[in-house]
């Protein structure tokens, strides 16, 4: 007989917080359905009406990923829906839904060749103008539902709903998303440190983690942290107040904060000091963590790989020591004690990594340790 195990009641205030977040998030999502043609969906792409936001640019399906969809389509099967917005502008941003878009614009342009189908394999080795033309008027009015994001869901919930809805089988990695959806002079910094050469030098990582932008992940995950980092909270070692635990929202939210606060500097007095100290203090810690770690964020002088907890904790905790006591730039202590002991092995495991209380521990772990120096 299987024992049960009694759950444990939750408490009423959680019940009523869970509340609350639902309350709020679902108060930004508003919408309308609609239902278009696909010839005139292909008219509106054609004529730039509708638009693919740049951090979807890239994603492309796979010919035979095509020709697959395609054969859906000639089938009468039902397509997912795809999720508009209307921006300032009255044009469409397409959130979700591109690559099928975009490959029904261009099996009628005759750009696709079908092959590989497995219902109607006779099709294969045709392009859509050696269909039949009654068969190419009704490819043209098959319909697809769409829903349409009111024009004030703002950034945050939009590119949040693309990571969760995403139903191309390709996905767009977060810094990718970020990167399409906030350009702008903080993003512009961000690029700019993350491919300068003692950067590289300090992070060998695969060309696969290169190609997803794994050092602008790094460079973000660093302003953000620092950024937000109240040394002393509630009379602590220090807190990250905005920090829920839902990583993608606290990276985007405060990109966007701070590329508005750069924004507004530049426009008033053509320059950003925020911008400016920020491009310091990242290149202090650079020079720091050179002197005072042996293998920079590896583990061994011939290491290839940076973990992002282990990036967080060397570079974070160190720009917190060096906020504290700028003398340390000085005195340059050897980091390899730290780097080599269990407190530390143990703090830049990479289980539970993104728990509000591991982060912590493991960026306050160093500073505490070069505070000691």
Request: glycine share 4%; no cysteine.
């Amino acid at each position: 007989m299987v024992r049960k195990t009694r759950r444990k009641l939750p408490d009423p205030a959680q019940i009523d917080e869970a509340e609350k977040q639902i309350r709020e998030y679902s108060r930004t999502v508003k919408f309308t359905v609609v239902e278009y043609s696909v010839e005139f969906i292909v008219q509106k792409l054609n004529a730039e009406r509708y638009y693919v936001p740049d951090y979807q640019r890239n994603l492309i399906w796979k010919p035979k990923e095509q020709s697959k969809f395609i054969e859906s389509v000639l089938m009468g099967l039902p397509v997912p829906f795809v999720f508009f917005w209307q921006d300032d502008e009255g044009l469409m941003e397409i959130v979700d839904g591109s690559q099928r878009i975009r490959t029904i614009r261009d099996f009628m342009a005759d750009k696709i060749i079908l092959k590989g189908l497995e219902a109607l394999p006779a099709a294969n080795g045709l392009v859509y103008s050696d269909l039949p033309t009654s068969r190419q008027l009704k490819f043209a009015d098959s319909s697809l539902r769409v829903i349409i994001l009111a024009n004030e869901t703002d950034p945050i919930t939009r590119t949040e709903m693309f990571m969760r809805i995403n139903t191309s089988g390709t996905q767009a990695n977060e810094a990718e998303v970020r990167r399409g959806s906030l350009p702008g002079p903080f993003m512009d910094l961000i690029i700019a440190l993350a491919n300068s050469p003692d950067f590289i030098a300090m992070t060998p990582i695969s060309q696969a983690l290169i190609d997803k932008r794994e050092r602008e992940e790094f460079v973000t995950r660093f302003f953000a942290y620092l950024g937000s980092f109240i040394p002393n909270a509630a009379g602590g070692p220090g807190d990250i107040p905005t920090y829920k635990e839902e990583p993608r929202l606290f990276y985007f939210a405060y990109v966007k904060e701070t590329s508005d606060k750069i924004n507004a500097e530049i426009e008033a007095n053509r320059t950003s000091v925020t911008a400016d100290a920020m491009r310091h203090e990242f290149e202090q810690m650079l020079r720091f963590v050179t002197a005072v770690s042996p293998h920079g964020f590896t583990k061994s002088e011939t290491g290839n790989q940076v973990p992002r907890v282990r990036f967080e904790s060397i570079a974070v905790g160190t720009a917190l020591a060096l906020r504290v006591d700028p003398t340390l730039l000085q005195r340059t202590p050897d980091l390899t004690p730290l780097l080599e002991s269990d407190p530390f092995k143990d703090a830049t495991k990479s289980d539970a990594a993104n728990v509000k209380s591991k982060l912590l521990g493991r960026i306050t772990l160093v500073r505490d340790w070069l505070a000691d120096k």
